[in-house]
T-cell receptor
Framework: KQEVTQIPAALSVPEGENLVLNCSFTDSAIYNLQWFRQDPGKGLTSLLLIQSSQREQTSGRLNASLDKSSGRSTLYIAASQPGDSATYLCAVRNNNDMRFGAGTRLTVKP | NAGVTQTPKFQVLKTGQSMTLQCAQDMNHEYMSWYRQDPGMGLRLIHYSVGAGITDQGEVPNGYNVSRSTTEDFPLRLLSAAPSQTSVYFC??????????FGPGTRLTVT
């Protein structure tokens, strides 16, 4: 059974800092891994999708990496802004089953 | 292009009542799924469908039924609501099981 863990559960940083969010998973036979952003009381917004054959994906200030052999993914956010404050979720797909981590709640202080 | 829509946004049920949560997408996606999100936990997969007429169970299917008669719609049925089903429910769709797009969610309270 795939288990997904995100550390830390919460993170607070001053504006402008670069930061890394971590996601680990127990079964390396994944189809893909997806990072989402969730604002309070809202749905999920897709940030980056990494296929199992890829090592990283970039979008603007975001960079996500994938290391299947070690069961880890990281989401790097450059030059953080208060608008980046949200909960960040990673989700791992094995065949048609998708498992989510509990998320990292990020607060970026002005 | 409305994306993934869910109705209702909020619902309060009494124990034992039944209801259907509606989900629709206009992107012609084959894969659709239902999740529930509880405080402090990630989303958990309830049921999914890889195309019209095909459904399967996810991690927490008990107490829920689904059907997929069209590509666009994927309703979730609670046959006899229980307080343990109080949660936020999200529907998602994706093309061929790739990048998933989520609806805004339905907040359900069972008293």
């Amino acid at each position: 059974k795939q288990e997904v863990t995100q550390i830390p559960a919460a993170l607070s940083v001053p504006e402008g800092e670069n930061l890394v969010l971590n996601c680990s998973f127990t079964d390396s036979a994944i189809y893909n891994l997806q990072w989402f952003r969730q604002d309070p009381g809202k749905g999920l917004t897709s940030l980056l999708l990494i296929q199992s054959s890829q090592r990283e994906q970039t979008s603007g200030r975001l960079n996500a990496s994938l290391d299947k052999s070690s069961g880890r993914s990281t989401l790097y956010i450059a030059a953080s802004q208060p608008g980046d404050s949200a909960t960040y979720l990673c989700a791992v797909r094995n065949n048609n089953d998708m498992r989510f981590g509990a998320g990292t709640r990020l607060t970026v202080k002005p | 292009n409305a994306g993934v829509t869910q109705t209702p946004k909020f619902q309060v049920l009494k124990t034992g009542q039944s209801m259907t949560l509606q989900c629709a997408q206009d992107m012609n996606h084959e894969y659709m799924s239902w999740y529930r999100q509880d405080p402090g936990m990630g989303l958990r997969l309830i049921h999914y469908s890889v195309g019209a007429g095909i459904t399967d169970q996810g991690e927490v299917p008990n107490g829920y039924n689904v059907s997929r008669s069209t590509t666009e719609d994927f309703p979730l049925r609670l046959l006899s609501a229980a307080p343990s089903q109080t949660s936020v429910y999200f529907c998602a769709s994706s093309p061929q099981g790739d990048e998933q797009y989520f609806g805004p969610g339905t907040r359900l309270t069972v008293t």
